[in-house]
């Protein structure tokens, strides 16, 4: 039934089955999260706190090294889990807190913090260790059902908080969540141990990455490759800054209340993960074997380029729906399993630790430098017009480095095909 929908082989059924429900616990626990964080932000008022991006980056700062020393030093089968139940752990102390109900205001600011750091991390190391168990031809047939658990978690994870929420309590779902957290844990054993005796790989695979804890900021700094990957995942959430921008404004101005914004941004929410979806289960694996990662990660970048170039002469809800659904759509189920292939044809070292700096240093940074940039360019009188058309060149770089990418991953699978074939390894 499987192969109906997914290029998969007899041997790789359990694995992508354990991958897909690894991703949706993973995602849904998130899910599940996150509209209690929403609802805490009005105790806490942290909707209101313009430092908050930057005091996320500067946790990241401090998180990405700490994981980088456990990699060096530990086996993925040891950091993964344990990576997994310390988050577990905050989430019961959380849990307890706010039983007891102290410092309200104080904790709503530390768990908005605590789960945009947390959202980054396990999902980057989720990706991390898909790259590290599949080969690189695997991923490109694969990684997209694989993503669909994902996003099949994050549809689950607000319809289980919307009929549990009152008869439970929204403070008791966050045990339902630190369950989901706990089946990805034992999900991350079960692959290992597929790694090693379905898909054969070395001992060495499974052992300590080894190497110093910056050794991911300084591979990023060397390697134009990686320093790429970085840029382009910059690109990308500069870009999503601008159109958030965009979409506050337009909800805020056409909607007439607080309920008709809540159920405008529901709106949108629910199109983009349903076109995700659709195109991860039906599209991704087809599109990225047949007509390579270029086409696959060009998409998202033209969709934005074009919507962007739309919006700035039809500033309209309807329009920002349309650009939103059809870019996030895109990026999820299109681009960004095409960049975690890309992973797969670096080394371990570069896999871990340059992958975690990417994924949560760089993109919280330019999170925080996008809304200030987008905030002077307010203050010095750009509407939105002028925002949208500010955000058309941004866009095309994003598709310049995505080719770029594409072009060195065809090249660097192609000079590892040799090694390949006299070691008798994987590709990855």
């Known amino acids: 039934m499987l192969k109906r929908f997914v290029d998969v082989r007899d041997e790789e059924v359990g694995a992508v089955l354990g991958a897909f429900v690894y991703f949706f616990t993973l995602m849904c626990g998130y899910a599940i999260l996150r509209p209690i964080r929403n609802e805490m932000g009005t105790a806490g008022d942290v909707k209101h706190l313009p430092w908050l991006f930057t005091v996320t980056f500067v946790v990241m700062l401090l998180a990405v090294p700490a994981f980088s020393a456990l990699v060096a030093r530990y086996p993925r089968r040891v950091v993964v889990p344990r990576v997994y ?27 908005y913090v605590w789960l945009s750091v947390y959202n980054l991390f396990v999902v980057s190391i989720f990706w991390s260790f898909m790259a590290d168990v599949f080969a690189s031809d695997q991923g490109k047939r694969l990684f997209g059902f694989i993503a669909a658990g994902g996003t099949t978690g994050m549809i689950a994870g607000p319809f289980l908080v919307g009929r549990l929420a009152e008869p439970v309590g929204p403070v008791n779902l966050i045990l339902l969540s630190a369950v989901m957290l706990e089946v990805s844990a034992q999900c991350v054993r079960r692959l290992g141990h597929w790694a090693r005796d379905v898909q054969h790989q070395p ?12 050794a991911g900021l300084r591979l990023l700094v060397t390697s134009p490759f990686l320093l790429a990957l970085g840029l382009q995942v910059l690109l990308y959430a500069a870009t999503s800054t601008f159109l958030y921008y965009q979409e506050v404004q337009l909800v805020a101005s056409m909607a007439k209340d607080a309920a008709a914004r809540t159920a405008a941004f529901a709106d949108i929410d629910f199109w983009v993960q349903v076109l995700t979806l659709a195109l991860q289960t039906l599209v991704t694996g087809r599109v990225i074997s047949r007509l390579g990662l270029g086409v696959a990660m060009a998409v998202a970048p ?127």
Request: charged share 15%.
């Open 85 to 111: 139940r310390f988050f577990l752990v905050n989430l019961l102390a959380f849990f307890v807190l706010l039983k007891w109900g102290v410092a309200k205001e104080s904790v709503a600011r530390a768990f």
């Open 203 to 214: 001992a060495t695979r499974e052992g300590p990455v080894g190497g110093g804890m910056l």
């Open 302 to 428: 033209v969709l934005t380029l074009v919507g962007f170039g739309v919006l700035a002469f039809a500033p309209v809800l309807a329009v920002l729906i349309a650009v939103k659904s059809l870019r996030g759509a895109s990026h999820y189920a299109l681009e960004r399993p095409s960049r975690e292939i890309l992973f797969t044809t670096v080394d371990r070292e570069a896999r871990y630790k340059s992958k975690s700096f990417i994924d949560t240093v760089v993109y919280r940074g330019s999170d925080t430098l996008s809304a200030w940039l987008q905030g002077g360019l307010t203050a010095l009188g750009l509407g939105m017009t002028g925002l949208s058309l500010a955000a058309v060149p941004v866009a095309a770089l994003w598709l310049a480095v995505a080719l770029y990418l594409a072009r060195q991953q065809r090249t660097r699978t192609a000079e590892a095909v040799p090694q390949t074939t006299l070691s008798g390894g994987t590709t990855a």
